[in-house]
Nanobody
Framework: QVQLVESGGGLVQAGDSLRLSCAVSGRTFSLYTMGWFRQAPGNEREFVASISRSGGATYYAEAVKGRFTISRDNAKNTVYLLMNTLKPQDTAVYYC??????????????????WGQGTQVTVSS
C-alpha cells in the first residue's frame, strides 16, 4: 500500500514563494510517475504538474508554466512543488498523486491510483 502525505502549505502574499512536499511510503517510489493537482472551492480538481519516474521529464499546466517547478528525490521518497510568483488564483487545496506508469503527461485525476490528503495554500492579494 502506498501512502502520500503532503506538507508545506500556508498563507502567503501575492508574489511570494512556497514549496510543497509530498512524502511517499514504500520501497518502490522510483517506479511511480508523480503528479500535483489542486482544487479550489466550487471547482473541480485540476492538474498542476507531473514528473516522470526518474525525474528527467516534467509536464505542467499552462496556468503554472514558468512559475512552478516539480522535482523529486527518489532517495528520500519525496516529490516537491516549488511555487514562485504566487497569485490569489493559486489559492486551493493541493494534492499529490502517484501512478505506476512509464508516462509523464498524466493529467487526468482518473489516471492516478494513490492520493494524499491535501495541503491548503492561500494567497492573499
Amino acid at each position: 500500500q502506498v501512502q502520500l502525505v503532503e506538507s508545506g502549505g500556508g498563507l502567503v502574499q501575492a508574489g511570494d514563494s512556497l514549496r510543497l512536499s509530498c512524502a511517499v511510503s514504500g520501497r518502490t517510489f522510483s517506479l511511480y510517475t508523480m503528479g500535483w493537482f489542486r482544487q479550489a472551492p466550487g471547482n473541480e480538481r485540476e492538474f498542476v504538474a507531473s514528473i516522470s519516474r526518474s525525474g528527467g521529464a516534467t509536464y505542467y499546466a499552462e496556468a503554472v508554466k514558468g512559475r512552478f517547478t516539480i522535482s523529486r528525490d527518489n532517495a528520500k521518497n519525496t516529490v516537491y512543488l516549488l511555487m514562485n510568483t504566487l497569485k490569489p488564483q493559486d489559492t486551493a487545496v493541493y494534492y499529490c498523486a502517484a501512478v505506476l506508469t512509464f508516462g509523464v503527461a498524466v493529467t487526468s485525476t482518473d489516471g492516478y491510483n494513490y492520493w494524499g490528503q491535501g495541503t491548503q495554500v492561500t494567497v492573499s492579494s
